[in-house]
């Protein structure tokens, strides 16, 4: 149980970043260094965060922050929890380095999957925390692996023949529990002491740990910059993103949802969407309702509890 | 907000920058529409305006929280998070 | 006391590797320098050296593990051929610009397609304008020596830049030879510590890897021209000291015969030797022929090379590479470039390309390239600016 007013208000992501106004992104990072517990190095792979928190000559950054390119977060991260395990074993280095992984869904769902993949199955210790805003959004908004059905993307507009993205979001989390690693979970920023536990969670642990959190993104979803935190609620109130733990392998339902509000409520305040709904594509709407369903289900039987 | 720009002699190679959050050199707050005002009579210190705001631009006092507009973007994530409704946004005059 | 072993290209770079004291090894396995990463592997997991093997799952992620490893101070190796450099090539512009001391192996290989595992120079000539320092060895000693001292080179303050050693797949990988090896003590003593200049230690922390734009972006490519530079006295200096304790005696190229020479071939890597051998049976018919051998390719060794010419009337340049729709292929540019640079640019000069995914070269052509050398310094006529050796037409 963390409580706010114990949190530091040292700012280890500070301000003077360029992330757009009310970005939840900049919100996940500050919250993500409130938890950490030091020392600690952040691989940022390539993407908004990156780019908009570390124009030269200036950085947001008060931890030793690393960027490499976009694909390779979880590699960077492996060496470098590989070299000081190396250093400290030969007696040129006696602090443990708490090594964090920060990218977006590009970063993880599509490009950088390999590299993460590997670097779970060689079981580093590290943690990865993959913010999710569910689309290409620092260069223009176009689909990734991470983008819900229907969504309206640049990459994949809203047609007149096709409306939105056809296909359905990938399971982050279920690709990483298979790799049998440490702990992994989902998160909201909304739900800050969820979120700021788990940060703690998966730092602790020895080995591999993975949080995926939703990153609500005013430019790209569409939205009023103020309703950032909103949308991050009602992605969980609407079981659009449940949020659960997977710890060794036993499944956990961190927030339960007895009464979820229909999912629409999320979809409309949401520019991305507004397309849907247009009477002759209501059925996408009921398409992304089943998956929010079945979806559900599927993880509340894992976590046993009954949906 | 102008810099001195050094030249490939004097930068530190590799572009490694030696200066922790030196982007608190860079004011953000000319970016701002809307304007938090926080009525702190109204304040309840709970801190979710300090714990959601993407910028560090809410500033804990002991009582109360205040705005730092050298950096607040005027995204109005507080106004809304607020529980009671004490922080309003208001048109940025300049 | 040093001692004589048979090993082979990748073996003798392995032996070195084990020597150097690296703390990190990241590599992936790929024909003909399988043997190299199985070696260190076997290595660690015997206890013999105190390193971290990552065995990654690409060439990408092993040398973005590299770049991370070598961020925190670490004695960083990797190394690979033809496809796994290929992958890589995004990151080696990471790793140089950077300024990542990192020293990878490379057993040279043909690039696909067609796909093909035996020896040329595409990989690493697709890659010569990385920002990486290159050497060429002729043979295992050479790659065994150079990886020893390319670790000092690359982690000099002056430099800062990743290094790779070339060994040509096959023909040197596989082939075993007498090499003379360093007692360990003695590389401990040649080779201290690494010292690194600026570390991700959390307690000093700093940001690595930022957004330079159009205002920066050029000044920092700026700063790397001039640390391969300052590169060229770093290894003489190297070279220097690696004799003292040796015997043995490296420079930025090696000449063999050029004294007086009418004509020489270049050539890097092993094709050099045969060159040398073929060279030998040319001078004691009278023929005063010569071959250069650019041990380091970049930086390009282009005074020592003017030096080297000397009063040579013509040169034939050897290249184990194709530059698809260029003037002249990589290193003969290079040639001709630093001849022009230097006013020597009436030195008659053609292009040979040779020996594309491993096809021989024999001696028996490079005697009718050396001949054909001495009929252009004869006439002054170059008849062919650019020929292809032992192609079927």
């Not at chain 1, 950490?36 to 691989?43: F, I, K, Y």
């Not at chain 1, 991260?77 to 000081?84: L, Q, V």
């Not at chain 3, 051998?293 to 034939?316: C, H, M, N, S, T």
């Not at chain 3, 022009?340 to 052509?365: A, E, H, M, Q, W």
Request: negative net charge; proline residues 5%.
């Amino acid at each position: 149980m963390v409580r706010l007013n114990e949190l530091p208000v040292e700012e280890l992501f500070t301000s003077g970043h360029r992330l757009c106004a009310g970005c939840g992104a900049g919100t996940i990072m500050r919250m993500t260094l409130k938890a950490a517990r030091g020392p600690t190095v952040v691989v940022n792979a390539t993407g908004c965060v990156e780019v908009a928190s570390t124009i030269y000559p200036y950085t947001s950054w008060k931890v030793s922050w690393v960027h490499v390119a976009f694909e390779n977060a979880a590699a960077v991260a492996s060496g470098i929890e590989a070299a000081y395990k190396a250093l400290r074993r030969k007696g040129l280095w006696d602090k443990h380095v708490d090594v964090i992984a920060i990218a977006g869904d590009g970063g993880t769902f599509d490009i950088g999957i390999q590299a993460l993949s590997g670097a779970l199955e060689r079981g580093h210790d590290f943690l990865y925390i993959c913010y999710d805003n569910e689309a290409y959004m620092n260069t223009g908004i176009q689909r990734s692996g991470a983008t819900p059905h229907g969504a309206a993307t640049t990459t994949s507009p809203a047609g007149r023949r096709i409306p939105g993205k056809p296909e359905f979001k990938k399971d982050l989390i279920g690709i990483c529990a298979a790799h049998g690693i440490e702990y992994a979970a989902t998160a909201s920023p909304a739900y800050w002491n969820d979120y700021i536990t788990k940060v703690q969670r998966g730092l602790e642990v020895e080995g591999p740990a993975v949080i995926h959190v939703f990153s609500p993104c005013p430019l790209g979803m569409r939205f009023d910059s103020s309703k950032s935190m909103e949308v991050a609620r009602l992605a969980v109130q609407t079981r659009y993103w449940p949020v659960y733990e997977v710890e060794k392998g036993k499944y956990k339902l961190n927030i339960k949802v007895p009464q979820p509000k229909p999912l629409v409520d999320f979809l409309k305040i949401q520019g991305r969407f507004s397309h849907l709904f247009q009477p002759e594509f209501q059925h996408e709407i009921e398409a992304l309702q089943r998956w929010v369903d079945e979806n559900w289900s599927r993880i509340a039987s894992l976590c046993g509890e009954t949906a | 907000m102008s810099e001195i720009k050094l030249g490939w002699k004097s930068l530190p190679i590799g572009g490694v920058l030696l200066e922790p959050g030196s982007a608190m050199k860079y004011k953000t707050g000319d970016w701002r529409a809307f304007k938090p005002i926080i009525d702190q009579k109204r304040c309840i210190n709970c801190l979710l305006c300090w714990i959601y705001c993407p910028d560090s631009a809410i500033i804990r006092l002991e009582k109360f929280v205040d705005v730092n507009y050298d950096y607040c973007k005027g995204c109005g994530v507080c106004a809304n998070e607020c529980p009671v409704k004490c922080i309003i946004m208001v048109e940025e005059k300049r | 006391m040093a001692k004589v072993i048979g090993l082979t290209g990748n073996e003798a770079i392995a032996y070195a590797v084990k020597q150097c004291d690296v703390d990190v090894i990241a590599a992936y396995p790929i024909t003909p320098q399988t043997i190299m990463v199985e070696l260190l592997s076997e290595y660690v997991y015997n206890g013999e050296i105190n390193a971290e093997f990552v065995c990654v799952e690409s060439e990408h992620s092993a040398l973005s593990a590299c770049v991370g490893a070598s961020l925190t101070g670490a004695r960083v190796f990797t190394a690979t051929a033809s496809q796994g450099l290929a992958l890589m090539h995004e990151m080696l512009y990471v790793a140089s610009g950077l300024r990542c001391p990192i020293v990878m192996g490379v057993a040279n290989r043909a690039l696909s397609a067609p796909l093909n595992i035996h020896g040329d120079h595409s990989d690493m000539m697709g890659s010569r304008d990385c920002g990486w320092m290159q050497v060429y060895a002729e043979n295992a000693q050479e790659a065994y020596d150079w990886i020893i001292q390319s670790f000092k080179i690359a982690e000099d303050c002056r430099v800062l830049l990743p290094i790779s050693v070339n060994i040509d797949g096959f023909i040197l990988s596989h082939s075993m030879e007498r090499v003379e090896v360093l007692e360990d003590e003695d590389v401990s003593r040649f080779l201290p510590p690494r010292k690194p200049v600026i570390t991700i230690d959390p307690a000093k922390p700093i940001t690595v890897g930022a957004l330079c734009l159009p205002d920066y972006y050029f000044e920092m490519k700026r700063q790397q021209v001039h640390a391969l530079n300052e590169s060229y006295n770093v290894i003489r200096e190297v070279n220097r000291d690696f004799e003292s304790f040796t015997g043995r005696k490296y420079d930025l190229l090696e000449t063999y015969e050029m004294s007086d020479a009418d004509v020489a071939i270049i050539s890097l890597g092993s094709t050099a030797g045969t060159a040398k051998a073929v060279a030998r049976d040319l001078r004691s018919e009278g023929k005063k022929v010569g071959v250069i051998k650019p041990w380091v390719y970049r930086p390009f060794p282009e005074e020592d090379l003017i030096k080297a010419v000397g009063d040579a009337e013509a040169l034939a340049v050897l290249d184990r590479a194709c530059s698809f729709g260029a003037p002249f292929n990589a290193l003969c540019s290079d040639v001709v470039a630093a001849l022009y640079r230097y006013g020597k640019s009436s030195v008659k000069v053609f292009n040979c390309v040779y020996g594309l995914g491993g096809r021989d070269i024999t001696p028996t052509d490079i005697r009718a390239i050396f001949n054909e050398a001495l009929e252009v310094a004869k006439t002054g006529i170059v008849k062919e600016q650019l020929e292809f050796i032992g192609v079927r037409e």
